[in-house]
C-alpha cells in the first residue's frame, strides 16, 4: 500500500510540474518537487520500495519532458544513492541536515548531469548559469519541508489497514467455562 500510494503522489507531482510550474523546461521558477520526493524516499523508506517508486517517476518524467531521454533517470537515482549514502554517514540528527543537503545535493546532481550531458549531447544543452541553479536550489530547498510533511502523511495514511483486524476483539475461549 505504501508503494502505490507514493506511485500515485509521484505521478500527480511530475504532472503537476511538467503542465502548470512548467511553461518551458529552462524557466527558472519551476519546482522540481520529484527531486524531494526523491530526498524523502532516500531518508525515510528502504531501497526496494523506494526504487520501485522511483521507477515510474522517471519513466514519466522523461516522457512528459521532452528532452534527453535519461535526463531525469540519472537526476533521480543519483540524487537518491548520493542522499542515501551521506544521510547514513553523518552522526547528527537528521532534521539538522534534511532540508540543505536536498538542496545541496541538488545542485551537485544538477552540475554532474550537466557535464554528463555536456559530453554525450553537446549541442542540445543550455549554457550553465550558477545563480540560475543556486535559485532552483533554493526553490527545491524552500518546498522540502511543506512536502516532507505532506509525504509524512501519506506514509502515515499508508500504515493504516484497510481492514481493522485488530479492532475486532473476538474471544477464543468460553465465559461459562472460566467460573472458578
Known sequence: ?????FIVVGLLL????????????????????YYVLVAYLAYRLDLLRSLIVIFPLV?????????????????CFSGYFLLRFISGKL??????????LVGTS????????YLFLRFVEPEGLVSWSWW????????????????????DLVLKYSHRRLFPWNSLRL???NRRRRQA
Open 132 to 151: 540560475r541553479m543556486i535559485a532552483q536550489a533554493m526553490l527545491v530547498a524552500v518546498l522540502t519541508y511543506p512536502l516532507f510533511y505532506l509525504f
Open 14 to 33: 511530475v504532472i503537476m510540474q511538467t503542465t502548470v510550474c512548467m511553461p518551458s523546461p529552462v524557466w527558472l521558477f519551476a519546482p522540481d518537487c
Open 59 to 75: 519513466c514519466m518524467l522523461d516522457v512528459l519532458s521532452g528532452t534527453v531521454l535519461g535526463m531525469y533517470a540519472i537526476l
Open 91 to 100: 552522526p547528527v540528527n537528521e532534521s539538522l541536515y534534511q532540508i540543505p
Open 106 to 113: 541538488y545542485l551537485v546532481v544538477s552540475w554532474g548531469v
Open 171 to 173: 474471544r477464543t475461549d
Open 1 to 5: 500500500m505504501i508503494v502505490f500510494n
